[in-house]
């Protein structure tokens, strides 16, 4: 059964950094590519960033280009968002995906980890 | 930039076919897919490649793709479908992943 577990959420300052961390399991994850999405308190879902299987391609949204960045290490089945220069419109629920293989789309999903950006 | 368009709301009775649209340019090239979200909970994908349903997914459940718009339709919904749904694509480069803004499902 794939699992995968965010960590790494909670309130920072505006300005500030937070680096969020995906545990994933009961995959073979260096084979799939993965993405982050997120979800703004009562809003609709927003793609984030992806990163292919052996990190040599990335793609962010517009919203989060020049400040995030995605990474992912094989050896510890780990992915990861770094996230600089937080805005409040960065509060969300950021989720971690699977993508699908040979395709485009998120096949299964995290439970989400909350960053709240706040003074 | 790429949007994908969905109506806010759709509101059916039981028994009743609910189709929720989705408006894109890129649509006639690519796939639309469509997720479900319950209050709390992740999203859960009901189609894939326009048409196809994963498996565990009720056959209540179609879609379509003409032009572009893809259509996510519910052949008697049930109150258990009142959800928030979503569709999404890529772009025509495959560099941007999109989602609709999502429309909430009321079967009552």
């Known amino acids: 059964e794939v699992q995968l577990l965010e960590s790494g959420g909670g309130l920072v300052q505006p300005g500030g950094s937070l680096r969020l961390s995906c545990a994933a399991s009961?995959?073979?994850?260096?084979?799939?590519?993965m993405s982050w999405v997120r979800q703004a308190p009562g809003k609709g879902l927003e793609w984030v960033s992806v990163?292919?299987?052996?990190?040599?391609?990335?793609y962010y949204a517009d919203s989060v280009k020049g400040r995030f960045t995605i990474s992912r290490d094989n050896s510890k089945n780990t992915l990861y968002l770094q996230m600089n220069s937080l805005r409040a419109e960065d509060t969300a629920v950021y989720y971690c995906?699977?993508?699908?293989?040979?395709?485009?789309?998120?096949?299964?999903w995290g439970q989400g980890a909350l960053v709240t950006v706040s003074s | 930039s790429y949007e994908l368009t969905q109506p806010p709301s759709v509101s059916v009775s039981p028994g009743q076919t609910a189709r929720i649209t989705c408006s894109g340019y890129?649509?006639?090239?690519?796939?639309a897919y469509w997720y479900q979200q319950k209050s709390g909970q992740a999203p859960v994908l009901v189609i894939y490649?326009?048409?196809k349903r994963p498996s565990g997914i009720p056959e209540r459940f179609s879609g379509s793709s003409s032009g572009t718009m893809a259509t996510l339709t519910i052949s008697g919904a049930q109150v258990e479908d009142e959800s928030d749904y979503y569709c999404?694509?890529?772009?025509?480069?495959?560099?941007?992943?999109?989602f609709g803004g999502g429309t909430k499902l009321t079967v009552l």
């Open positions: 995906a699977t993508v699908a293989v040979a395709d485009d789309y998120f096949d299964s």
């Open positions: 009961g995959f073979t994850f260096r084979s799939y590519a």
């Open positions: 990163i292919s299987s052996s990190s040599d391609t990335t």
């Open positions: 890129p649509l006639p090239k690519k796939y």
């Open positions: 490649d326009d048409n």
């Open positions: 999404y694509s890529t772009d025509s480069s495959g560099n941007h992943w999109v």
